[in-house]
């Protein structure tokens, strides 16, 4: 009983740490397509192609930003499913 309470624990403080870390990628960045990214980055004399503009760098700013978010928020999941795992036990026992 003492190993699956240290397990409880460890699920918990593991679910808490990953979100945390979740929560910094997101605010490293917002959500944002590559049509968008091309929208707000490129200037109306850019180059002719989407392959063209999609290299400038306010383009792939938008971009890290957007990869950013959804790896933040998938991390948040993973987290708050440990979470769940971790505080389910108590729930129950109790």
């Known amino acids: 009983m003492e190993e699956f309470r240290c397990i409880i624990i460890w699920s918990n403080f593991f679910g808490l740490i990953i979100n945390f870390i979740g929560s910094i990628f997101i605010s490293f960045g917002l959500f944002v397509s590559k049509k968008k990214a091309l929208e707000l ?3 109306r004399w850019a180059g002719n192609s ?8 306010l383009v792939q700013s938008f971009l890290i930003q957007s990869r950013n978010a959804k790896f933040g928020i998938i991390l948040l999941a993973i987290g708050f499913f440990f979470q769940i795992i971790g505080n389910l036990p108590y729930s129950i026992l109790k």
């Not at 989407?50 to 760098?57: S, V």
């Open 41 to 43: 980055g490129v200037s």
């Open 50 to 57: 989407d392959e063209e503009n999609l290299k400038l760098p």
